[in-house]
């Protein structure tokens, strides 16, 4: 077992290694603002190791301040091919598992509807979304199978469900081709997952935090992101579900 040493700053590499014991480990993409910061702390207040993957360089240095025995920042771009291979790496030398990870990056597209769908935002919108996704996945699974437990959690939203697009359930002017498109394909990346997965103690599940109040929150926003955050560590601690797609609360929602 690797021995407890404070980490530097991290860009990718690392220090010295770090065993995480019994202690529950997560990993967590989106971990410098709004929900993604929210898990952080909801998961540090209950004891976790957290593995917090960031953008920015400051977002790194202010996360390792807050505890650098128990929050290990890292700044990687889920959008970025080495993301796999740097996520894998940092991860066999610091923890002996994963329990938690949730795929929480998310990008705001702008441009509605189909005259206005930029074929860039769209590309930049599935990279964080789908691609990002499953390179995590890829990096964390052979430490996902070590866990007694193991949990996948895909950030997903109501704006994904074709069900309801289709009957207008929701407002199509409420959110973008490309943010629709996106979340559709990760619920589909969710629903394969779970499958693959289903006979290996692993859970997956395609979550919609709610109307939350970030930057990216819909003008009807009612839910702060530290009650829509300590909901899906509830969800991720609970439920004995895989392969579905429900709302923060437990409910299931139509794909």
């Known amino acids: 077992m690797l021995s407890r040493q404070p980490l530097k700053v991290i860009d990718g590499t690392q220090s010295e290694g770090n065993g995480s014991h019994g202690q529950p480990v997560a ?10 910061r929210a898990l952080v702390e909801v998961l540090h207040a209950r004891g976790y190791l957290v593995v917090a993957l960031v953008r920015s360089l400051s977002d790194v240095s202010e996360l390792f301040s ?17 993301t796999e291979s740097v996520l894998r790496e940092f991860l066999d030398r610091q923890v002996e598992r994963v329990d938690l990870l949730i795929n929480n990056a998310g990008f705001g597209a702008t441009c509605y509807g189909i005259e206005g ?8 919108v599935l990279a964080v979304s789908c691609y990002g996704p499953i390179r995590c996945v890829r990096a964390c699974l052979p430490l996902l199978r070590k866990s007694s437990h193991g949990v996948v959690i895909n950030m997903s939203s109501r704006f994904a469900s074709l069900e309801w697009v289709a009957s207008g359930v929701v407002p199509h002017d409420e959110a973008t081709y490309a943010y629709r498109i996106g ?8 629903s394969c ?7 290996q103690g692993i859970r997956v599940l395609a979550v919609d935090p709610g109307k939350v109040k970030t930057r990216f929150g819909p003008k009807d926003a009612d839910t702060e992101p530290a009650d829509a955050a300590c909901a899906i560590v509830d969800l991720a601690e609970k439920t004995a579900d895989t392969g579905l797609f429900v709302h923060a609360s437990g409910e299931r929602m139509p794909w």
């Open 27 to 36: 990993v967590v993409t989106g971990a410098g603002r709004g929900i993604g």
């Open 117 to 124: 769908l930029k074929y860039q935002e769209l590309e930049d």
């Open 183 to 190: 979340k559709a394909a990760l619920n589909m990346f969710t």
């Open 66 to 82: 807050l505890d650098p025995q128990n929050i290990f920042p890292v700044r990687c771009d889920v959008t970025e091919s080495s």
């Open 193 to 199: 997952l779970a499958v693959e997965l289903r006979g």
